[in-house]
């Protein structure tokens, strides 16, 4: 079965650089979510998508945006980076908004700044 | 608040033996899944369990909503079990973003 793709997997950048982390949900999900998990830390919310508007909104920098696009993928844009950014990044997809069915998750992008 | 809470947060068990970790819940929070975190950072989807029990293989899991909390257990444990357990919950106020516990560290041991 299909799942989340994300690219790339690795990313290494310099601080105050800009890094595009890119996500593909699973066909037919119009809903998208980026979650961020630094060192030894839980998941945590940033944003989201459905239908290509944005639906919801967490601990997101305001140096990060993110949009969807036509085709439903979705990337998340990292300007000016600090050494606190390095973290995995995971997008997840499911169909729909409310929370009523799974929400399946991609491989990650582990982002490092030096 | 909004809280999921699980324990224990570190297991080490051997080879072959059974386990169960715990996850609560708060009152805002619904529709539970389970995940396992390898190793290598991926997020496996284990359960979607709003309620009642499911088993896959060596796993089962089970919520009971009403008293706000769910259970994983393992059973025959093997090494490739090692990672990190999640529970996650929608939170009522969201668009369907997950909350998630902090986590159970399972160390399988040979």
């Known amino acids: 079965a299909a799942g989340v793709i994300q690219s790339p997997r690795h990313l290494i950048k310099e601080k105050r650089e800009t890094a595009t982390l890119k996500c593909y949900p699973i066909?037919?999900?119009?809903?998208v979510y980026w979650y961020q998990q630094g060192p030894g830390q839980d998941p945590q919310f940033l944003i989201s998508?459905?239908?290509?508007?944005?639906?919801d909104k967490g601990s997101i920098p305001d140096r990060f945006s993110a949009q969807q696009f036509s085709d439903y993928h979705s990337e998340l844009n990292m300007s000016s980076l600090e050494l606190g950014d390095s973290a995995l990044y995971f997008c997840?997809?499911?169909?729909?908004?409310?929370?009523?069915?799974?929400?399946?998750f991609g491989p990650g992008t582990r982002l490092t700044v030096l | 608040g909004i809280q999921v809470e699980q324990s224990p947060p570190d297991l080490i068990l051997q080879e072959g033996a059974n386990s169960t970790l715990r996850c609560n819940f708060s009152d805002s929070v619904n529709n539970l899944q389970w995940f396992h975190q390898n190793p290598w950072g991926q997020l496996i989807n284990l359960f979607y369990?709003?309620?009642g029990t499911k088993q896959n293989g060596r796993l089962s899991a089970t919520t009971v909503a009403t008293e706000r909390y769910s259970l994983l257990y393992i059973s025959s444990s093997q090494t490739t079990d090692s990672g990190v357990y999640f529970c996650a919950g929608y939170y009522g106020g969201s668009q369907g973003n997950l909350i998630f516990g902090k986590g159970t560290k399972l160390s399988v041991k040979p």
């Open positions: 998508f459905y239908e290509k508007m944005q639906s």
């Open positions: 997840a997809s499911r169909p729909g908004l409310g929370a009523y069915n799974e929400q399946f």
């Open positions: 369990i709003p309620s």
């Open positions: 066909p037919r999900h119009d809903t």
